[in-house]
């Protein structure tokens, strides 16, 4: 007598979960997880936003010491321009355009996880630099070379000799 036997091995079994959003290769998950990130981060920059108004609410009150009172108006704006805005357009994209070309999922998605997955840690690192002793960024440090008359002629010069 023989009998039927079914083998069902489901190989493409995917993880539920937490796992399945730390290992997805979904362009829609990881779309999501930039949106949820950059509103994270947004709100993080907002939290920043009253602290800085707090700060100017009245002349002669000092809530902060302005040491961090600088630091945090350089953070809020690395916070809000790269964690909570270039995100949100990352997220976006990456909802959209598999979509629009009809592709059904995006070229590289381990690459795509991996490039999300950077951001958490590389944020924990930027708002872990507030509270070292040593300080992290100060207002319009990284501009200083901005103000010098002389690099603003060499580039200008240099900008010409590439264009003859």
């Given at each position: 007598m023989s009998t039927n036997v079914e083998n069902?091995?489901?190989?493409?079994?995917?993880?539920?979960?937490?796992?399945?959003?730390?290992?997805?290769?979904n362009h829609k998950d990881i779309g999501?997880?930039?949106?949820?990130?950059?509103?994270?981060?947004?709100?993080?920059?907002?939290?920043?936003?009253?602290?800085i108004r707090a700060e100017l609410f009245e002349p002669g009150l000092?809530?902060?010491?302005?040491?961090?009172?600088?630091?945090?108006?350089?953070?809020?704006a690395?916070?809000?321009?790269?964690?909570?805005?270039?995100?949100?357009?990352?997220?976006?994209?990456?909802?959209?355009?598999p979509l629009m070309i009809g592709a059904p999922d995006?070229?590289?998605?381990?690459?795509?996880n991996w490039s999300f997955w950077i951001l958490p840690f590389a944020f924990t690192l930027l708002i872990s630099t507030l509270f070292l002793s040593?300080?992290?960024?100060?207002?319009?440090?990284?501009?200083?070379?901005l103000y010098h008359f002389r690099v603003v002629i060499r580039c200008r010069l240099l900008f010409l000799l590439f264009i003859c």
């Open positions: 069902l091995h489901d190989h493409e079994h995917t993880p539920s979960g937490i796992m399945r959003w730390i290992t997805t290769t999501t997880l930039y949106l949820w990130f950059s509103l994270l981060m947004f709100f993080v920059g907002g939290f920043m936003a009253l602290i000092q809530l902060v010491v302005p040491g961090f009172f600088n630091q945090m108006t350089t953070m809020h690395l916070i809000m321009i790269f964690g909570a805005v270039m995100p949100a357009f990352v997220g976006l994209a990456n909802w959209q355009i995006m070229a590289l998605p381990r690459l795509n040593s300080g992290g960024p100060a207002a319009d440090g990284h501009y200083i070379l």
